[in-house]
């Protein structure tokens, strides 16, 4: 069903909200989202994230935090025939309504192990929660500014709300992840052999992060100089299924008057300026008939740049820039959220 169509549906049904129902053809690029998505019970492990702290232990005044972890996300809710009233310019004698169909997220990460340096004795055990996120993905049916069709809403405990614009698209195939992407700070020389002030980053490349499967000899582990390699590495052996079509939900709050806001404390500590994130929700088959096992898979990369330490060391203005970089693959566990 196209746009304009869903379009003309809501306007003569009115606005409704109701329970997500995976497959809802209303909901566009977001219709496979609907239901729980998890690591558990095939893909434990597969969350890692990489994060510079600012820490007072006197030698580079931050430390860079390794985390593995499982996550939850659930789409559970949604809001359809949202109104945005408008007027066509400048004699106002047409009306110009947006529309906009919503649905709900609830995502919930556990770690599984952790490690940084310096240590600070503050990494945490297995099992601390170490984020919650509730949230809003949004599908603009019509009026849309420059092809963005698509926006996600973040609230983030520490004191981040997020608004990210985006575009979606659909390949039939198994769609390349980027890389590879670096977590290491920008402002500053990237010289990990011959820049001491890299220290943190070069104690895990040298050491790499492996989490709870340090005992497998043939795992990278989590590379900061190379994020995104797990993804690229979890697309080599997907158990005999391809992957018959992918849907791409690219998002960034730099786009138009998309942006973050934070509480006092980040914004002077460690502010959180942007936030990049791509998924990938992957519609996997095996077999033929009869015979033909479906299943739908979620990966996605997350970049948030944090502001903090002025001046940059580069000469350009500004502060030290610094990527906190989250990555996953996940599988669609049920339909429901129940």
Known sequence: MSDN???????????????AKAGDEDLGPL?????????KPDLEGRGWNIIALPFADGRFNYRVLMN????????????????????????????????????DYQQSIEQIAAADFPESGDAGDPGLPIHHEP???LHMLNEQTNDLDIARLATIPHGDSALALGRSEKVRELAPIPGPISALPIGVSDDLDRNP?????????????????????????????????????ANQDLGGF??????????????????????????KQANAASMKSTFWIQELRKGRG????????????QVVMLDFFRPRRDGMPGPIRWPHISINTMEKVSDSTD
Do not use: C
Request: charged share 25%; proline share 7%.
């Open 5 to 19: 169509s869903v379009v003309e549906k809501i306007r003569a049904n009115r606005r409704y909200i109701a329970k």
């Open 31 to 39: 219709k496979h989202l609907p239901g729980t998505w998890s690591n």
């Open 68 to 103: 593995q972890y499982n996550e939850e996300l659930k789409f559970s809710l949604v809001d359809k025939g949202v109104p945005n009233r408008g007027i066509k310019l400048p004699d106002g004698s047409r009306q110009t309504d947006q529309f906009v169909v919503t649905l």
């Open 135 to 137: 949230g809003l993905f």
């Open 197 to 233: 002030y890299l220290e943190p980053y070069k104690h895990f490349v040298d050491t790499p992060f492996k989490g709870v499967l340090s005992g497998a000899p043939d795992f990278p582990g989590f590379l900061p100089n190379d994020t995104t390699a797990l993804l690229q590495l």
């Open 242 to 267: 391809e992957v018959k079509r992918t849907t791409i939900l690219d998002l960034d709050t730099t786009l138009e008057d998309a942006g973050v806001v934070n509480i006092p404390f980040i914004v």
């Open 290 to 301: 009869r015979d033909k096992v479906t299943k739908l898979r979620m990966q996605y990369v």
